[in-house]
């Protein structure tokens, strides 16, 4: 799972998804593309909304994507066009791209990108925290039908 700050959305992502998945078949993790925020935990926001709804990424710890990243994982979800970008970037071979994927499929709600809620307020990180959930609900199930 990867953002801007891996702080707000792709902590809450990897949470998500995590939640959904047994542990012994799937390695969920998340990266951000900037380095501002390197081993700092999530934003508070992205905490709060998601102990409400039963998760606990508190312990999370943000690290920036590295090209390793694409030995690492199978599956690459990036939260907006920017991000995909980004690490289409470090991408060394078409097998790298392959992997990146908008996490959010707009045929299912319309919408391609995960709003930044940065510089918003809690409204928008329970927002933010249902998009992700949809979108890892049907993620969770593919994978697990496909492997
Ligand atoms: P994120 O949000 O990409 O969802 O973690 C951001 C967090 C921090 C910054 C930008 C986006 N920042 O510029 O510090």
């Known amino acids: 799972m990867v953002c801007l700050g891996n ?57 920036q994507f590295q090209a390793s990243d694409f030995d690492r994982f199978d599956y690459i979800f ?3 066009a920017s991000n995909l970008q980004n690490v289409k970037r470090l991408a060394r071979n078409s097998y790298d791209i392959a992997k990146i994927r908008l996490i959010l499929n707009p045929e299912l709600n319309g919408l391609s990108e995960v709003p930044d809620p ?10 933010v925290f249902h998009l992700l959930n949809d979108a890892c609900t049907y993620i969770s199930d593919e994978l697990q039908e496909l492997h």
């Open 118 to 127: 940065y510089y918003g307020d809690d409204s928008d990180f329970e927002k």
């Open 78 to 80: 990036v939260m907006d």
């Open 7 to 63: 702080i707000c959305r792709s902590p809450l992502a990897h949470g998500i998804l995590e939640s959904m998945l047994p542990p012994d078949q799937f390695y969920v993790d998340s990266a951000g593309t900037g380095n501002y925020h390197i081993g700092s935990p999530p934003d508070h926001r992205s905490i709060k909304v998601a102990k409400k709804y039963g998760i606990d990424i508190s312990k999370q710890q943000c690290r």
